[in-house]
DNA sequence: AACTACCTGACAGGAAGATTACAACTTTGT
DNA sequence: ACAAAGTTGTAATCTTCCTGTCAGGTAGTT
């Protein structure tokens, strides 16, 4: 299993590729856009995992070109926080999942793993969901019971962020560094309102809700019987 | 086996710098969240030890950075007591263990023992149990014999702490420090209300009781036969 | 029995979150 | 370019329920 790496920014691409070759791949590692690109259309590769933000060529260009050229190598996206647009836009040119920096490298390898296991298919699954609830990450438009729902990006970005790490308590601190870009020093409740307007939306209308409020902790997303 | 420091108090620094040599371990010490991250990026090191509250960056912040870095270096936090957020927040970083702040040398050095013997791995594990209770950090939440068993912010701390230190006799005076933020010198019965309610929970609907009274000593958490 | 340590149920203050309204700012359409 | 509609953060108020206190009660110890 070979993966090609390309990332600029010298220290992350070097422990993304250590980590990954203790992992028990094999890697190789590109700094800029144009060798990337070189390099992902020899087609030798199991898997590319593309940051967004390069010189040279950006992750698109690599992917489009890519894809153009018949090549149906999964790929892994690395976007900035917040760039949802940058996210749909890799979806719609054939990226196959994508990971918001900053991430655990756990769940780095996660992501790694479940795309090599599914192999080159095009399966691309784009849909996150649970219960009743789907989420499609290219239209950016949720579905509950049928029912489509449009969402606004901050709410299109937490309920992503929710969806998949359903069943735990994500602490609003997280949140707060996942879906703004603040540290949560500040006391502000733009977390309750976010949350107050998702529910709106996905709960509201519905006899079993799906988030709820671990006081003192912050808030999950799952499916609860009682 | 070269171990990293990041220990804004001089003394405490010191201490834990000292002892751990002794130990046997190579330190290294960085006073403050700067130069603390510099050197936990250069990513020669077996383990870190991190102090959440620091000048310059925190401890939250040098562990994402060195995440980001694709680094997965393990890490021990150390956490102010109270502080339930800082240390869930700290696991879903990617943190490997935390340490509640003040504790003993001896717990430190079987936490660091730990964590080097199951090397960088990313196994953390999330839940701890007793007999057929059990208690999921991640989800923060409780079982026992497969019920769920909701917590509040109290009753978790307090139970996380009747769980990793069962069949110790946990003096009141040591709960105190590391439940609320008191020296125990107040003429409070805090304590022993916090027991019975989490008793309420965990052990009145069950016959082998898990939580006991050692009188004019404190708690244990322990499977009892009889 | 007396003393002490701990248990128990009730209560109230307050903290955490929910909800609503509003204003600043963007986007969209004409 | 202007108006209308939509999005998002801030702030004020309301609601919920957690948690410390207190006033007895109970059980262990001498």
């Known amino acids: 299993m070979k993966l090609l790496i390309v990332e600029d920014q010298a220290r992350t691409g070097q422990y993304l590729s250590q980590g990954l070759s ?6 190789e590692l590109a700094a800029d856009g144009e060798t990337g690109q070189h390099l992902a259309l020899s087609g030798d590769h199991d898997l590319l995992i593309l940051d967004v933000m390069l010189p040279g060529r950006n992750g698109w260009q690599i992917l489009q070109a890519v894809r153009q050229a018949g090549l149906d190598t999964p790929v892994l996206f690395l976007t900035a926080r917040d760039a949802v647009e940058d996210r749909v836009h890799g979806l719609e040119l054939g990226a196959d999942d994508y990971l918001v920096k900053p991430f655990a490298f ?22 996150l969901s649970l219960a009743d609830l789907r ?26 962020l929710l969806l998949r790490r ?19 020093d500040s006391d502000t409740n733009v977390i309750e309102v976010a949350i107050r307007r998702l529910r709106l939306k996905i709960d509201d209308p519905h006899a079993n809700k799906l988030i709820h409020t671990v006081r003192g902790m912050g808030y999950v997303l799952e499916e609860r019987q009682d």
């Open 22 to 27: 203790e992992a028990g791949f094999a890697t």
């Open 106 to 127: 756990s769940e780095l390898l996660a992501r790694v793993r479940s795309l090599l296991r599914r192999g080159a298919s095009p399966s691309l699954d784009t849909t």
């Open 135 to 160: 989420l499609d990450l290219i239209r950016r438009r949720a579905e509950r019971a049928g029912q489509r729902i449009d969402l606004t990006a901050k709410e299109f970005a937490l309920l992503e």
């Open 166 to 184: 359903q069943g735990e308590v994500l602490p609003k601190s997280l949140i707060a560094s996942q879906v703004w870009d603040m540290n949560f």
